[in-house]
């Protein structure tokens, strides 16, 4: 991989387990407040003693259309041919959505 793949997949890979970390399984996702979501995590034991990973830190439906995004770049295509990808990419995005948020605007687009 040259450097450019290499910051790419670290980049597509922090997103993800910064996601995780920040939605919380959907409790910390709607929290406005800054100190009860850092109470929280020194409760857990800080965040050097938390394993994003699952089942308790699933990624948000933020992600999962991020990375529906990144597939479809993926592809090559260009112009409305893209266009249609990023579309079926995040109509069958949407079937990954058990258990997770999706505002209206996700759900209705």
């Known amino acids: ?43 857990l034991g800080g965040l050097k003693n938390i394993y994003v990973e699952l089942p308790h830190w699933p990624v948000s439906d933020d992600t999962v259309l991020h990375l529906a995004t990144a597939e479809a770049l993926a592809t090559g295509k260009v112009g409305e041919e893209l266009l249609h990808e990023v579309a079926f990419r995040y109509v ?11 505002g209206p605007s996700s759900i209705l687009g």
């Open 1 to 43: 991989m040259d450097c450019t793949a290499d910051h790419y997949t670290a980049g597509m890979l922090l997103s993800g387990a910064g996601d995780a970390l920040g939605y919380r399984n959907q409790l910390w996702e709607y929290n406005q407040s800054g100190p009860a979501i850092h109470q929280e995590l020194q409760e």
């Open 92 to 102: 069958e995005g949407m079937n990954d959505m058990e258990g997770r948020k999706p």
